[in-house]
Nanobody, 124 residues
Framework: QVQLVESGGGLVQAGGSLRLSCAASGRTFVSYAMGWFRQAPGKEREYVSGISWGRGATTYYADSVKGRFTISRDNAKNTVYLQMNSLKPEDTAVYYC????????????????WGQGTQVTVSS
């Protein structure tokens, strides 16, 4: 069982930055690929970024956030981060972290565990 708790959301002006954190319980965190998803009002949940497990972890970014967001993980702290820079109003959404045992996936149904979500609001 893995429990995920997100933090770091908030209200920021366009062009600003936020860093989201996702703290995971469980001793096998290192074996889980981690993903960040977001869901804006009236829209479907979308895959934002992901990072594989293990040494030399590979990362993925949606085109909409590439060059602005950076995902990283600290296995010693059982935490994954999403550094969000140059935020835009269209980044406004509830952001969720998710974990799946195995490789990265952009499909939310393939994730085994989810956090409760953290609201990010970007004002223009």
């Amino acid at each position: 069982q893995v429990q995920l708790v997100e933090s770091g959301g908030g209200l920021v002006q366009a062009g600003g930055s936020l860093r989201l954190s996702c703290a995971a319980s469980g001793r096998t965190f290192v074996s889980y690929a981690m993903g960040w998803f977001r869901q804006a009002p009236g829209k479907e949940r979308e895959y934002v970024s992901g990072i594989s497990w293990g040494r030399g972890a590979t990362t993925y970014y949606a085109d909409s956030v590439k060059g602005r967001f950076t995902i990283s993980r600290d296995n010693a702290k059982n935490t994954v981060y999403l550094q969000m820079n140059s935020l835009k109003p269209e980044d406004t959404a509830v952001y969720y972290c998710a974990a799946r045992f195995g490789g990265r996936s952009a499909v939310d149904a393939e994730y085994d565990y989810w956090g409760q979500g953290t609201q990010v609001t970007v004002s223009s």
